[in-house]
């Protein structure tokens, strides 16, 4: 017993020592998470933005930790601006903001994703409208026309696929190989108006550390009114209460804590493995499922019937639009395309052609190939993806 536990603290002490010559010639690695936190200073926190945001609103800003809904059913408030940036609120809190809006408030909502039926709701659609590395958000207003922030890292590509006639665009991505894709809007909401901008990467350290940005993100607040505004952050800034956050928050100790951690149920299990029983090994039930899978494709595949094998397919495929996407599956023509293009977000040509496959596979007198089973198989995976 004493050999074996001094075998186990040798390698513990070489271990922790071969992690220590680690830890200490570590290079620094940057985070390059889109995290939106107010108090990280990696490339995409808020921190920059959260320093200036008070002198942006003239110390008339007011950040709230809480969800809009426990919010505004706490407290009743006059006509004032919401703002909220890349934040996962549930469908009660936006139908609060919305509430706000409607009799009098402003809302500036900065996310690349919000939940459909609330966009609608609104007036807009939001999509990707680009796949580029890089592009340009510029204003559509003449006064601001100089005043631009080039997107070099990362950029979401987010932007307005739908905007109903009475919607104000405010702001545009601009490409170089595609035309101007609508980014930043006004609309219009009961007594008061929503400004919704589909890229907040903008207001991310990154960005707003390189000179002449800032212009920019003053620019879109500006179309705020002068009066109080009501930011709802994240709640992460409480202090953790738990006896071990300093071991925890060196990266050092907290590898050191879980490595001794782990040694010692190491121990614990091969020394207690030692004197308990043997234990007969049951074999688990076999599952045949998979195996019968393979045999009923060999057999398809021995016969060579590619035709029925692309027929069943491209019927498991409609089906699963039907039942996964609400997709009425009855004609297979542009209309479809297009609705099959917005739920899944795929190239329209790529469907097109996933299409005329599929057809081809439906049709009883059509020769089929092995090749046209490959890429039809290969078209609907990779729709459904």
């Known amino acids: 017993m004493k050999k074996t536990f001094k075998i186990y603290a040798v390698i513990f002490i070489v271990v922790m020592v071969i992690l220590a010559l680690l830890e200490v010639n570590k290079k620094e690695t940057t985070n390059w998470r889109k995290n939106f936190n107010i108090n990280e ?47 996962e609120l549930d469908k009660e809190s936006w139908k609060k903001i919305l509430d706000q809006v409607s009799n009098g408030s402003d809302a500036m909502i900065l996310v690349s994703h919000i939940s459909k039926d609330i966009s609608d709701s609104i007036g807009y659609h939001s999509s990707d409208i680009s796949f580029e590395e890089e592009n340009v958000l510029k204003l559509t207003d003449k006064k ?13 590509g987010r ?44 207001l991310t350290n990154y960005y707003l550390l ?61 020394n207690a493995k030692r ?44 089906n699963k639009v039907r039942m996964d996407l609400l997709i009425d599956t009855q004609n297979l023509d ?8 917005l739920k899944t977000g795929k190239n329209i040509e790529m469907i097109n052609e996933a299409i005329v496959l599929i057809r081809k596979g439906q049709d009883p007198y059509a020769n089929v190939m092995k090749e046209d089973l490959t890429r039809l198989n290969k078209l609907l995976d990779e729709i459904l993806k």
């Open 144 to 156: 601001y026309q100089n005043d631009f922030i080039k997107l070099d890292k990362f950029p979401s």
């Open 41 to 87: 200073k990696s490339p995409f926190g808020l921190f920059v933005f959260n320093n200036e945001a008070k002198d942006l609103f003239k110390n008339n800003l007011k950040k709230i930790e809480q969800t809009p809904y426990d919010y505004y059913t706490q407290h009743k408030k006059g006509v004032h601006n919401i703002i909220v940036i890349e934040k």
């Open 275 to 318: 004197k308990q029983r043997v234990v007969p090994v049951l074999e688990p039930l076999r599952n045949t499922s998979v195996d019968f899978v393979k045999s009923i494709g060999n057999l398809y595949l021995q016969e060579g019937d590619f035709h029925d094998m692309m027929a069943k397919k491209a019927q498991y495929f409609l």
């Open 159 to 202: 932007g307005f696929s739908y905007i109903k006639p009475k919607v104000e665009v405010l702001g545009k991505t601009v490409e170089k190989n595609n035309s101007d894709q609508a980014n930043f809007i006004k609309v219009q909401f009961g007594k008061g108006t929503i400004y919704a901008h589909s890229e907040p990467l903008f």
């Open 210 to 270: 390189k000179p002449g940005n800032i212009k920019y993100a003053q620019d879109v607040f500006s179309y705020l009114q002068d009066r109080e505004t009501i930011w709802f952050v994240e709640n992460d800034t409480k202090v953790s209460r738990f006896f071990m956050r300093f071991v925890l928050s060196n990266p050092a100790l907290k590898y050191a804590w879980w490595l001794f951690l782990g040694g010692l149920l190491l121990f614990i299990f091969f």
């Open 334 to 341: 542009a209309e479809f395309a297009k609705k099959l293009q």
